[in-house]
Every structure is written in structure tokens, then in C-alpha cells.
């Protein structure tokens, strides 16, 4: 496998900062408490550790509204602090990738500040500001994600200025040459201290239509979200977003080993063009059909044969369970099949993105609507679209507010956590966690599961299976994604064999000779003979 580099043959795991680790009490998770937990992502098998933002801000959208893109908010710690997590990481083999909040900033930046201070300010042109309508109104009919018009008059300099997302969150003009130079300065900054790559925040986004035109109506609206109401055609996904991320790749590729994420929620078709062209986009446009489609074998297993058909020459897969913007896998599938889902993740070929306490089945937590603290959800109540209960705290142990801290937890904890928790599953066969670090162990020793080629074995109803090859080891994944007993059958590949790992321990060693049986919400990883 030394032809691979490190993400390639990695797993990346994400920590939602504010609900890792609380070391100091305040019952906000911090950087002293994710370094004294790093035994535990040395123990489970991932290889870098993914942050989502650290850096000071006002938090109206908690660390994605930044005011300082080389500073450490005091509430996550230090400067110092943020080194001592590099080095522990390091010394464990895990690496540490950063948050890069690239399209808008907080309107408590100092940029925005001196932005919005007068029409003949040298940083005017690094925010995007237009006149108003001919009525006075919004310069177009342009939504933002968080509900309402994504425009907001300044009554000061008597313009409007665009945010995509929350009104606070104004975005940056991408076209401005002095914008692009700082912000890749940044990307230097933090890679000079030993980051070892960037998660690119909503990264089709970047780039808007020059001439602003109104966005069409979406004759398929379903009233799911009012963002929907129009089809952003002239807001996201612009051709001119390739010469962004072609700059930032440019930087990446100036140090060693360095990897560039980027957040695209975009069709298939549309995902794969981020990936650039000769090697000038992002290494790994994130993928989250695991996400979006319906938890289906048959169109799982369609999903997954489309984006393997249509990767670019060279390029290399990803695979995305759960994240802080979504529910949890446990809560959208239920428990049984989570376990399931943990073993598709991490034997389909690509890098894997595993997101903390997904590890121990966690689930989201229900809270109430009025008690959202998500500005999302409180800016469209009624749409059910909080994101609150999928990044509540980790679930350490079973004793007070699960170890995760000394105080008051800044969100409510799962009413189960005194026994899915880590302590309590740590060495237990069978436990999830125990199932995830035998899968990563597998995977790491096993170049057909880590590298090895993939290929679509077919089968019928409820099962979905694959086979992995490398290095003369070949490997059959069969997936039983129901809740009745079933079968497979491939006269082509013989399936001689024994099954290495089952989600459920006692099938494990098993010989297979013809068919494999699969009891319900099972999965298996055969090598055959």
C-alpha cells in the first residue's frame, strides 16, 4: 500500500469541539479535553481527526460565524493549547485537519467592519454589496439558507449586503484579488503549525453569478425547506468555483501530505466536477449519498456502482455517515442496522468520515423546538430542520453528565447514556465500539479492504454485497439491510470461504461454502478461498 498516501489509507473522524471533551467545567467542550482523549482515537483506529471551527466568534452560528481566522477562541483555549493537540495527535499517528469557513465571515469580523463603515472603504469590495431594487427592496429574489431574503440593508452606507446563510454571516467577494490572497495566507498560517489538511465549509458555494440574476422558480418545491422555493442557479455551483478551489489546492500542494475536503451537496454529476481537472480541485469532494438516499439495498447498491462508474481517472473515493449538519445514522436506520452501516462505511473503498459517537451508536437527542439553540431552527420554526439533537455531548462514561464535564452540559444528553458510553463498551464483544475497532483493525491490515479494487457482485432483495481484492486476497462484503433472514448466492465467485467479521460476534469463523447465509440486519466480510 506505499503507493497510497495517508488519506487515502486513512479514516477521518470529526469532532464537533463544543461536545468532545469539557476539561475546564464551563460545559462547553474545548481543546484540553479533546488532547486528553486522544487514546481513545488512537485505540479506535482513525487516522486524523477533522475539527469543526475553533477560532473566535461571536457564535450566532457556533464557530461558523468566525471573527479571527488565525486565533483561537478562548472558550476552546489556547494557542498553546492547539499545539499541545497537534503534538499529542502526531505522537499517536493521528493527524489534525481544520475547518476552513470560507464564504463568509462573522459581521463582528474586522474585515466587515471597516467593509461596512463607508461606501469608499479600501475593504468595501471584499464583502459582496449591491444597490437596492428600483422599489427599494432586495437587489434580487435570492434566498438564504436560514430562511428570508439572503440580502440585508445597511442603513449606514444605504446598500445591501449578501449572506447565504445567517444575516450575522455576511459573504465574502471570492472575485476580489485581495480576499483570495488573505484567505490563502490563512491556509498557510495553519499548515505552517502542522495542520494537516482543510474540511472546506460549503465549498459550492464560493462563487456567485457575476450579473446577479434572479433565481428561477423550483416547479418541484415540496415546502420542505422555503430555500428550495427557487432553484439556485445563479447562487451556488458557479463554473468560476473551479478557479477557487484550484487556488487553494495550488497551496495544499506547496507542503507535504496536506488533503483538501470539500462540503458539496450537490447531484452526482455536479459532485465529481470538484475534483478538478489535472489535479486542481479537492482530493475529496465529500460524498454523502450514504446520507441522502433511501436506506435500500437495491438502491444503495445503485448509488454506489454510479459514483464508482463515474469517478474521474485518478481520483479518489469517500464515504460520509453522519456529520453535525444531519441526523445520526443510528436515529435515521435504527440500532440494529447502524451496525450495519459501520460496516458498509468502512469496507467500501475510499476514504471513510466517521463522526464522533457514531462509534458507540449514539443517537440524536429530541429537543424541543422552543429550547432549539440552533439558529437555523430558530430562524424557520415549524420545518423541523434543528441540528441541535445529532451534537449533543460525547458519551464517555456512565457516571455524571456521561464524563463529558464537571459543569452544566451546553446541550441536553441522551436519556441512554449510561450504557452507551465508551467505558461500558470498551473491551465488550459485540458492542459497537468493539465492532468499530475490529473493523479498522481489519481494514488497516488488509490491503484488499483498504485499497484493494471494488466490484459490484450481484444479488436481489434486502442484501447488498461487493467484493475487495488486493495483493491475491479477495473479499466478499454481504449486507443484509432487512429484518428477515436471507441468502446469497454467486455461482461466479464460488464463495468458498469463512466469514472474518459479522455484526454479530457469534457468527464470526464460520465456514462458507456455496451461500451465505445471512441472519437478519447481519453483515459479513468473507475471505475467500
Same mark, same amino acid.
Given at each position: 500500500?506505499?503507493?497510497?498516501?495517508?488519506?487515502?489509507?486513512?479514516?477521518?473522524?470529526?469532532?464537533?469541539?463544543?461536545?468532545?471533551?469539557?476539561?475546564?467545567?464551563?460545559?462547553?467542550?474545548?481543546?484540553?479535553?479533546?488532547?486528553?482523549?486522544?487514546?481513545?482515537?488512537?485505540?479506535?483506529?482513525?487516522?486524523?481527526?477533522?475539527?469543526?471551527?475553533?477560532?473566535?466568534?461571536?457564535?450566532?452560528?457556533?464557530?461558523?460565524?468566525?471573527?479571527?481566522?488565525?486565533?483561537?477562541?478562548?472558550?476552546?483555549?489556547?494557542?498553546?493549547?492547539?499545539?499541545?493537540?497537534?503534538?499529542?495527535?502526531?505522537?499517536?499517528?493521528?493527524?489534525?485537519?481544520?475547518?476552513?469557513?470560507?464564504?463568509?465571515?462573522?459581521?463582528?469580523?474586522?474585515?466587515?467592519?471597516?467593509?461596512?463603515?463607508?461606501?469608499?472603504?479600501?475593504?468595501?469590495?471584499?464583502?459582496?454589496?449591491?444597490?437596492?431594487?428600483?422599489?427599494?427592496?432586495? %437587489?434580487?429574489?435570492?434566498?438564504?439558507?436560514?430562511?428570508?431574503? !439572503?440580502?440585508?440593508?445597511?442603513?449606514?452606507?444605504?446598500?445591501?449586503?449578501?449572506?447565504?446563510?445567517?444575516?450575522?454571516?455576511?459573504?465574502?467577494?471570492?472575485?476580489?484579488?485581495?480576499?483570495? /490572497?488573505?484567505?490563502?495566507?490563512?491556509?498557510?498560517?495553519?499548515?505552517?503549525?502542522?495542520? &494537516?489538511?482543510?474540511?472546506?465549509?460549503?465549498?459550492?458555494?464560493?462563487?456567485?453569478?457575476?450579473?446577479?440574476?434572479?433565481?428561477?422558480?423550483?416547479?418541484?418545491?415540496? +415546502?420542505?425547506? %422555503?430555500?428550495?422555493?427557487?432553484?439556485?442557479?445563479?447562487?451556488?455551483?458557479?463554473? /468560476?468555483?473551479?478557479?477557487?478551489?484550484?487556488?487553494?489546492?495550488?497551496?495544499?500542494?506547496?507542503?507535504?501530505?496536506?488533503?483538501?475536503?470539500?462540503?458539496?451537496?450537490?447531484?452526482?454529476?455536479?459532485?465529481?466536477?470538484?475534483?478538478?481537472?489535472?489535479?486542481?480541485? &479537492?482530493?475529496?469532494?465529500?460524498?454523502?449519498?450514504?446520507?441522502?438516499?433511501?436506506?435500500?439495498?437495491?438502491?444503495?447498491?445503485?448509488?454506489?456502482?454510479?459514483?464508482?462508474?463515474?469517478?474521474?481517472?485518478?481520483?479518489?473515493?469517500?464515504?460520509?455517515?453522519?456529520?453535525?449538519?444531519?441526523?445520526?445514522?443510528?436515529?435515521?436506520?435504527?440500532?440494529?442496522?447502524?451496525?450495519?452501516?459501520?460496516?458498509?462505511?468502512?469496507?467500501?473503498?475510499?476514504?471513510?468520515?466517521?463522526?464522533?459517537?457514531? /462509534?458507540?451508536?449514539?443517537?440524536?437527542?429530541?429537543?424541543?423546538?422552543?429550547?432549539?439553540?440552533?439558529?437555523?431552527?430558530?430562524?424557520?420554526?415549524?420545518?423541523?430542520?434543528?441540528?441541535?439533537?445529532?451534537?449533543?455531548?460525547?458519551?464517555?462514561?456512565?457516571?455524571?453528565?456521561?464524563?463529558?464535564?464537571?459543569?452544566?452540559?451546553?446541550?441536553?444528553?441522551?436519556?441512554?447514556?449510561?450504557?452507551?458510553?465508551?467505558?461500558?463498551?470498551?473491551?465488550?464483544?459485540?458492542?459497537?465500539?468493539?465492532?468499530?475497532?475490529?473493523?479498522?483493525?481489519?481494514?488497516?491490515?488488509?490491503?484488499?479492504?483498504?485499497? +484493494?479494487?471494488?466490484?459490484?457482485?450481484? !444479488?436481489?432483495?434486502?442484501?447488498? !454485497?461487493?467484493?475487495?481484492?488486493?495483493?491475491?486476497?479477495?473479499?466478499?462484503? &454481504?449486507?443484509?439491510?432487512?429484518?428477515?433472514?436471507?441468502?446469497?448466492?454467486?455461482?461466479?465467485?464460488?464463495?468458498?470461504?469463512?466469514?472474518?467479521?459479522?455484526?454479530?460476534?457469534?457468527?464470526?469463523?464460520?465456514?462458507?461454502? +456455496?451461500?451465505? /447465509?445471512?441472519?437478519?440486519?447481519?453483515?459479513?466480510?468473507?475471505?475467500? !478461498?
Amino acid at each position: 500500500m506505499s503507493k497510497y498516501l495517508w488519506w487515502q489509507k486513512g479514516v477521518i473522524y470529526q469532532i464537533y469541539p463544543r461536545s468532545f471533551m469539557d476539561a475546564d467545567g464551563d460545559g462547553v467542550g474545548d481543546l484540553r479535553g479533546i488532547t486528553a482523549r486522544l487514546d481513545h482515537l488512537q485505540q479506535l483506529g482513525v487516522d486524523a481527526i477533522w475539527l469543526s471551527p475553533i477560532y473566535p466568534s461571536p457564535m450566532n452560528d457556533f464557530g461558523y460565524d468566525v471573527a479571527d481566522y488565525t486565533a483561537i477562541h478562548p472558550m476552546f483555549g489556547t494557542m498553546a493549547d492547539f499545539d499541545r493537540l497537534i503534538e499529542g495527535a502526531r505522537a499517536r499517528g493521528v493527524r489534525v485537519l481544520l475547518d476552513l469557513v470560507a464564504n463568509h465571515t462573522s459581521d463582528e469580523h474586522p474585515w466587515f467592519k471597516e467593509s461596512r463603515s463607508s461606501r469608499a472603504s479600501l475593504k468595501r469590495d471584499w464583502y459582496v454589496w449591491r444597490e437596492p431594487a428600483p422599489d427599494g427592496g432586495p %437587489p434580487n429574489n435570492w434566498l438564504s439558507e436560514f430562511g428570508g431574503s !439572503a440580502w440585508e440593508w445597511d442603513v449606514k452606507t444605504r446598500q445591501y449586503y449578501l449572506h447565504t446563510f445567517h444575516r450575522t454571516q455576511p459573504d465574502l467577494n471570492w472575485r476580489t484579488p485581495d480576499v483570495q /490572497e488573505t484567505m490563502l495566507d490563512v491556509m498557510r498560517f495553519w499548515f505552517d503549525r502542522g495542520v &494537516a489538511g482543510f474540511r472546506v465549509d460549503v465549498m459550492w458555494h464560493l462563487i456567485k453569478d457575476e450579473q446577479f440574476r434572479n433565481n428561477p422558480l423550483n416547479p418541484d418545491y415540496d +415546502g420542505s425547506h %422555503p430555500y428550495r422555493r427557487l432553484i439556485p442557479l445563479y447562487q451556488e455551483d458557479r463554473p /468560476e468555483v473551479a478557479d477557487v478551489i484550484a487556488m487553494m489546492r495550488a497551496v495544499a500542494d506547496e507542503y507535504d501530505d496536506r488533503v483538501l475536503l470539500g462540503e458539496i451537496y450537490l447531484p452526482l454529476e455536479r459532485l465529481l466536477a470538484y475534483y478538478g481537472r489535472d489535479g486542481r480541485g &479537492a482530493h475529496l469532494p465529500s460524498n454523502f449519498q450514504l446520507v441522502t438516499t433511501p436506506w435500500s439495498a437495491r438502491q444503495l447498491a445503485d448509488v454506489i456502482d454510479a459514483y464508482e462508474r463515474a469517478l474521474p481517472r485518478g481520483s479518489w473515493p469517500n464515504w460520509v455517515l453522519s456529520n453535525h449538519d444531519v441526523p445520526r445514522i443510528a436515529s435515521r436506520i435504527g440500532p440494529e442496522q447502524a451496525r450495519v452501516a459501520a460496516m458498509l462505511l468502512l469496507t467500501l473503498r475510499g476514504t471513510p468520515n466517521l463522526y464522533y459517537g457514531d /462509534e458507540i451508536g449514539m443517537t440524536d437527542v429530541a429537543i424541543p423546538e422552543e429550547c432549539m439553540q440552533d439558529p437555523k431552527a430558530r430562524s424557520m420554526p415549524g420545518f423541523g430542520l434543528g441540528r441541535d439533537g445529532s451534537r449533543t455531548p460525547m458519551q464517555w462514561t456512565a457516571g455524571p453528565h456521561a464524563g463529558f464535564t464537571s459543569g452544566e452540559p451546553w446541550l441536553p444528553l441522551a436519556d441512554d447514556f449510561a450504557r452507551v458510553n465508551v467505558e461500558v463498551q470498551s473491551g465488550v464483544d459485540g458492542s459497537m465500539l468493539t465492532l468499530h475497532q475490529r473493523l479498522l483493525a481489519l481494514r488497516r491490515s488488509e490491503p484488499a479492504l483498504c485499497t +484493494g479494487s471494488y466490484a459490484p457482485v450481484p !444479488a436481489t432483495g434486502d442484501v447488498l !454485497a461487493y467484493l475487495r481484492e488486493a495483493e491475491g486476497r479477495r473479499f466478499l462484503v &454481504a449486507l443484509n439491510l432487512g429484518g428477515a433472514r436471507a441468502t446469497l448466492t454467486a455461482p461466479a465467485l464460488g464463495l468458498v470461504g469463512e466469514v472474518v467479521e459479522s455484526t454479530h460476534p457469534r457468527r464470526r469463523r464460520r465456514a462458507v461454502d +456455496g451461500a451465505v /447465509e445471512l441472519d437478519p440486519n447481519e453483515g459479513v466480510v468473507v475471505l475467500l !478461498a
